[in-house]
């Protein structure tokens, strides 16, 4: 009797796991490894790496800005204290990640701009729930020269990334100003596993996935009702099972 009981016991474990798996497939979730990194897209003649030209309003190119110059920091980075960021870019960072991960947090409520790209990529019923936050990164100008001509309105600078997401995945950017997050209007999903995104400052950026409305799980406690209804069957059938063997002896 206790094989049996013991069998029944590994097979709601797994059971549990199983759904536990399931339902955590469309609830909301950062992942920073790996994190987007930039990638380069020239050298000059000495060999130095390029990965963005600042360009102003009218496409002149300003200046050339090298890998040195920009510094991609993923939450990780933040979290440890070894990011190079200031102490209140580095505490944005952490404490953006924080809000967006709280328990019980609803991105439609959080932040209700998002709602917006919900619904121009899935239709009118959609919300920011169907968005899944594939990565938080913060983005800082290093360069002196760099600072300076984003400082100017009409100037920007467009940066490419590794995909951090499936190619036919990916819905959009958005950066952080002044607490409320805004889409990047030119971000261009390239065909070789990269992402193009042009940039008039640098923050906290959001890169964003989603999924149609009908997949929403709207109770993120459904797999908790499933795995107590197994439960309950696996135990009637182990009583059931003792009673019966009890019987035949």
Same mark, same amino acid.
């Given at each position: 009797m206790k094989k049996i009981l013991a069998i029944f016991a590994v097979i709601a474990l797994l059971s549990s796991i199983a759904i536990g798996v399931?339902?955590?497939?469309?609830?909301p979730s950062l992942s920073y490894v790996p994190y987007p990194g930039l990638v380069v897209i020239d050298e000059d003649s000495e060999g130095n790496k390029i990965v963005g030209y600042v360009t102003d309003s009218s496409g002149n190119v300003l200046s050339t800005?090298?890998?040195g110059c920009i510094l991609i920091t993923p939450v990780l980075d933040a979290q440890k204290g070894i990011s190079g960021l200031s102490d209140a870019a580095e505490k944005l960072l952490v404490d953006t990640y924080e809000s967006l991960t709280a328990e019980n947090v609803k991105l439609s409520e959080l932040h209700p701009e998002? /709602?917006? #790209?919900?619904?121009?990529a899935?239709?009118?019923n959609a919300t920011a729930e169907n968005l899944v936050i594939r990565e938080l990164i913060d983005i800082t100008a290093v360069c002196e020269d760099l600072i300076k001509y984003l400082e100017q309105d009409g /100037?920007? #600078?467009t940066l490419t990334f590794k995909m951090v997401a499936p190619q036919e995945d990916f819905l959009t950017v958005m950066t952080l100003n002044d607490g409320k997050w805004e889409e990047v209007e030119e971000v261009k999903n390239n065909t070789n596993g990269t992402l193009s995104v042009k940039f008039d400052r640098f923050c906290p950026v959001l890169f964003l996935t989603g999924f149609p409305a009908e997949d929403v799980v709207t109770d993120h406690n459904i797999g908790l009702y499933w795995l107590i209804a197994l439960c309950a069957i696996i135990l009637l059938l182990a009583v059931a099972v003792y009673f019966l063997l009890r019987r035949k002896h």
């Open positions: 399931s339902a955590a497939e469309f609830v800005e090298y890998h998002l /709602n917006d #790209i919900a619904k121009k899935f239709g009118e /100037n920007t #600078i």
